[in-house]
């Protein structure tokens, strides 16, 4: 990590615009200062609806009757005197997002891995900056337009998600795009055991 410029990430929004009905994507914007949003970078992370919602209530500060999983962990961390610190999307490889939970205690700092959509999740709740690598952020961004559009980038889809997108652009005739997809998916080779339900 040392010597790599990171870029701080916030959590812009959740949309639901996705093929498939069990993810969500989490909207991740370049911090930017106020008015430089030109070229302002965005990076989509597929979460899963249980941490999609977990977001959402700590972004409008929702009240719930009772502590939910994110609330146990961040209670037990500060029960132990520690604290989380930061949390850094480290890697992305074949559609799946890896990241980083820095914790803190008596002056030490430590990191264990985690899912990306939980470290989100995490780092809303605590209001911890989320940070990926400038070089990593450019290779998988997309870039807001002026209209405000934007659409998910084949190369940060996972396999999973690839390939009910090709059945459904098969089945609406739109066979560029479904050839597409196709060379994508088998570029790729054969998903990892450990890559399946990695959201």
Do not use: W
């Not at 939980?118 to 911890?128: K, M």
């Amino acid at each position: 990590m040392e010597g790599k410029r990171k870029i701080e990430l916030i959590v812009g929004e959740i949309l639901n615009r996705t093929p498939s009905d069990l993810a969500l994507v989490a909207l991740l914007k370049e911090k930017v200062a106020e008015g430089d949003e030109s070229s302002l970078r965005c990076l989509p992370v597929l979460v899963g609806p249980l941490e999609a919602q977990a977001i959402i209530v700590s972004l409008f500060r929702h009240k719930i009757p009772h502590p939910g999983i994110y609330d146990l962990y961040l209670n037990t961390l500060k029960q132990f005197d520690g604290q989380l610190t930061e949390v850094e999307i480290f890697k992305i490889s074949r559609g799946i997002f890896y990241s980083h939970l820095f914790m803190e205690r008596d002056g030490n700092t430590s990191f264990i891995e985690c899912r990306t959509s939980d470290a989100l999740a995490l780092a809303v709740r605590s209001n911890v900056p989320i940070y990926i690598e400038e070089d990593l952020l450019e290779r998988n961004c997309i870039r807001l337009q002026p209209d405000g559009a934007y659409s998910l980038p084949i190369a940060t889809a996972s396999t999973k998600v690839l390939k009910e997108a090709m059945e459904q652009a098969i089945a609406t005739e739109n066979y560029e795009f479904a050839a597409r997809l196709r060379d994508e998916i088998n570029s790729r080779g054969q998903a990892d055991e450990s890559d399946k339900d990695l959201i």
